[in-house]
T-cell receptor, first 113, second 111 residues
Framework: GENVEQHPSTLSVQEGDSAVIKCTYSDSASNYFPWYKQELGKGPQLIIDIRSNVGEKKDQRIAVTLNKTAKHFSLHITETQPEDSAVYFCAASINSGYSTLTFGKGTMLLVSP | DADVTQTPRNRITKTGKRIMLECSQTKGHDRMYWYRQDPGLGLRLIYYSFDVKDINKGEISDGYSVSRQAQAKFSLSLESAIPNQTALYFC??????????FGPGTRLTVL
């Protein structure tokens, strides 16, 4: 089955800096890659996703890049703010109708003022 | 009102007790999931259901069972709880293999 590795496990940045979280996946058939943000005491919430027919997707201060050849994808957060502090999860799946998401182990991002 | 609700939000129980965690959704999705979250281990899939008549084991189903009572309801049971089942449990729903919407979680402690 699919295996998703996520790095780093913790990341501390100063407000205004950029943050990058990286994930690799094992199944070359995977074609859907969402990112979830989990704030303290809440369930994960989708923040951005990318499908294998594109290499990059942006939404305001967040972007995701995908390299299918190398089987890795990354989350980029620019101009970080304290409210970006949370745990971020990457995931992968084969968007074929009967597959499920495989999650990475998560990255705790701390943005210091 | 929340689209995905979980009850209870917190539960402390003793080894050997039977526990049921409940999940309800108002999103009208056919697909529902139960995950377990442990520090450093991320989200691991316990069971999932693609419709009312469909139940599938996930990565870590041993010691757990589920019931899909209706499209909107999906319950997770621990027949005989043990301390290493202490964790945060999340229910999620989705339409097709798309965005999953998570509930607020149930924190379970087994003494």
């Amino acid at each position: 089955g699919e295996n998703v590795e996520q790095h780093p496990s913790t990341l501390s940045v100063q407000e205004g800096d950029s943050a990058v979280i990286k994930c690799t996946y094992s199944d070359s058939a995977s074609n859907y890659f969402p990112w979830y943000k989990q704030e303290l005491g809440k369930g994960p919430q989708l923040i951005i996703d990318i499908r294998s027919n594109v290499g990059e997707k942006k939404d305001q201060r967040i972007a995701v890049t995908l390299n299918k050849t190398a089987k890795h994808f990354s989350l980029h957060i620019t101009e970080t703010q304290p409210e970006d502090s949370a745990v971020y999860f990457c995931a992968a799946s084969i968007n074929s109708g009967y597959s499920t998401l495989t999650f990475g182990k998560g990255t705790m991002l701390l943005v210091s003022p | 009102d929340a689209d995905v609700t979980q009850t209870p939000r917190n539960r402390i129980t003793k080894t050997g007790k039977r526990i049921m965690l409940e999940c309800s959704q108002t999103k009208g999705h056919d697909r529902m999931y139960w995950y377990r979250q442990d520090p450093g281990l991320g989200l691991r899939l316990i069971y999932y259901s693609f419709d009312v008549k469909d139940i599938n084991k996930g990565e870590i189903s041993d010691g757990y069972s589920v019931s899909r009572q209706a499209q909107a309801k999906f319950s997770l049971s621990l027949e005989s709880a043990i301390p290493n089942q202490t964790a945060l449990y999340f229910c999620a729903t989705s339409e097709f293999t798309d965005t999953q919407y998570f509930g607020p979680g149930t924190r379970l402690t087994v003494l």
